[in-house]
């Protein structure tokens, strides 16, 4: 049950994220809510869902932490740290829930972590998304990211780390990593090659809402607001990127009529805020790569020579090999396929890349491009591989049998 599924993940981080709360111990917090789903998928088939699943969820595991708590720490020194949730499970407003969804990402960012660590504990323990999806975000493969989330969990125990949030004064500290995890979610959400669609609209959607917190919080920091406007433009997009068939459609046949042009408008707003005394960070130009191509009235009328200079100067800040892809990309619209494959082939060095199905893709197209439909067909079949998506699955067998 495919919907089933993708509820109780996101209901279980909401629930992580209050049960935490109470707790104060992250790790029984999450034990706790991963017994309450095990329950969840016993008993929801043949019952049917409950009409609030996160409540359901929090209700059962806040059981299950009062049985292991019942002759532990809080009931010896008289403290209930539940009794602000009745037994009865809230069946009203719970939208405290997402504040506290927001407020521990935050907590996962601890900063004796680096930020890898508390990027992948957030993306784990917040966001709820698969190791194969955190292992797509950082590049590497499924096993490889198990091992490293194994070892951030002993680390944290080892240390003893208290994680809970930090004063008002430290938050700032923290919100380049938790503008990464919101990030992180919403591209998890906005090319889900893990998931059943193709666009996991509520992801994208959660992370839009997490980042508004984020610019209430730091309404001033240019940053912030240029990711509030990056997200925007590419969720205005989605609703194209499949046809009536729920076909694959690229962006150089998408209907534009179909994007949103309220979130476009939004998203235009908030860049214009941004502080324009201030050089422009990393986000900011990916927003503004992105406001480009909302901007053109077709495919032929993207400024590319516009956009190939914005990853230049997105280079000074990222040079990694996905900024690097995609510049190539918008070079080969300059320049020539050829001279963009160049570059591409550069990046196969990288062995990163070589769990990266856009890399695959990119390359596939570029090659089709410049005359050679044999290496095509082999990258294509390479990006094949690496996607459990239905409709990335069918896309993809269309192109190879194009190429044969």
């Not at 509820?7 to 017994?35: N, P």
């Not at 992801?203 to 509030?228: H, I, K, N, Q, V």
């Not at 609703?239 to 979130?263: G, K, M």
């Not at 070079?331 to 082939?345: G, H, I, M």
Request: aromatic content about 6%; overall charge negative; charged content about 25%.
């Amino acid at each position: 049950m495919p919907e089933l599924t993708e509820i109780l993940k996101r209901s279980r981080a909401e629930a992580v994220a209050v049960l935490s709360r109470l707790l104060g111990d992250l790790f029984e917090a999450e034990d706790a809510v991963s017994e309450a789903v095990l329950q969840a998928l016993q008993i929801w088939p043949e019952q049917g869902m409950p009409r609030n699943p996160t409540a359901w969820l929090l209700t059962t595991a806040r059981r299950r932490a009062i049985d292991r708590f019942r002759h532990g720490r809080f009931e010896a020194a008289g403290d209930d740290p539940f009794s602000e949730l009745s037994e009865q499970a809230p069946d009203g407003n719970l939208s405290p829930f997402r504040d506290d969804l927001f407020r521990l990402i935050f907590t996962c960012c601890h900063a004796e972590l680096s930020q890898e660590i508390q990027v992948m504990l957030a993306l784990k323990v917040v966001a709820g998304l698969s190791v194969p999806e955190i292992a797509r975000a950082f590049l590497v493969q499924p096993r490889a990211m198990e091992q490293r989330l194994t070892r951030a969990k002993r680390l944290i125990k080892e240390r003893n780390l208290e994680i809970d949030l930090p004063e008002s004064t430290v938050l700032a500290n923290r919100r380049v990593a938790v503008r990464t995890v919101i990030y992180t979610i919403f591209t998890t959400g906005h090319h889900a090659s893990q998931r059943p669609e193709l666009v996991d609209k509520d992801l994208c959607l959660e992370a839009l809402f997490l980042g508004d917190l984020l610019c209430d919080l730091f309404p001033e920091d240019s940053e912030t607001t240029s990711l509030a406007a990056l997200m925007r433009f590419g969720l205005a997009r989605s609703a194209a990127r499949l046809d009536d068939s729920d076909q694959i459609v690229p962006l150089d046949e998408q209907d534009r009529s179909r994007w949103d042009q309220n979130l476009i408008a939004e998203g235009r707003h908030l860049l214009a805020i941004v502080n324009p005394t201030a050089p422009a960070g990393p986000v900011q130009l990916q927003a503004a790569i992105s406001a480009l191509h909302c901007e053109a009235s077709s495919w032929l009328a993207t400024d590319w020579p516009a956009i190939l200079a914005l990853f230049d100067a997105l280079l000074m800040w990222d040079s990694g090999p996905v900024v690097r892809l995609n510049r190539a990309v918008a070079q080969s619209f300059v320049e020539t396929p050829k001279a963009a494959l160049a570059e591409v082939e550069k990046l196969a060095e990288d062995q990163r890349m070589l769990c990266y199905q856009p890399y695959y893709a990119a390359k596939a197209d570029l090659l089709l491009r410049n005359g050679d439909a044999e290496l095509a067909r082999e990258a294509f079949v390479e990006a094949l591989h690496l996607t459990s998506n239905p409709q990335e699955t069918a896309w993809l067998r269309a192109r190879i049998a194009r190429s044969s």
